[in-house]
């Protein structure tokens, strides 16, 4: 009995490494609605994607995984500037996006991923990271504070959307399909 025991622990404190994921944390509340926290929130997811696929680059041998994180890089960038911009417009004088402690946890993970367990987990985090993101611009889009930044929300969402459905179907095995225009 002991020794089935020690053999179920030895698993599992050799597979946890496999098993953990550290997706980002999703935005505060108040970011759906009040434009300051929705700006910080935002350009936190941006630089999260950002960074993330930066790793993606040094490390994936797999072109999909790659082709797919340099796409996230450019659109987000993008997103970024535009929330920057809609800020702006709204009378903000918004701070450069930053990452938080669990986001940060989430690239440090993927800095020390192996090769055979890094797309995996490139992967796994950019689903919830790109459902909590797609959760941020659509309820800051239906109710946030400041009109500017309602248009900007309501313009990443198709772009958000994008990226869950490419990253739903590399993390299922499935064909990403064509990425061109992206």
Known sequence: MM?????????????????AQTPPPPPPAEAKSS???YVAAAGMSDLY???????????SQTPAVRKFATMLIKHHQKTTAATMAAAKKAGLTPMPPALD???????????TASAADFDRLYLGQQVPAHQAALDLH????????????????KAAVPIVKQHL???MKMNTGRPMGNMSGM
């Open 3 to 19: 020794t089935k025991y020690l053999g179920l622990l030895l698993f599992a404190a050799t597979s946890a490494p496999l098993a």
């Open 35 to 37: 434009a300051a926290a």
């Open 49 to 59: 994607e950002i960074n993330s696929s930066q790793v993606a680059l040094q490390k």
């Open 101 to 111: 402690a669990g986001a940060t946890a989430s690239i440090n993970e993927l800095q």
């Open 138 to 153: 659509q309820s800051y889009a239906a109710g946030g504070d400041q009109a500017p930044l309602r248009a900007s929300a």
């Open 165 to 167: 459905n490419a990253a």
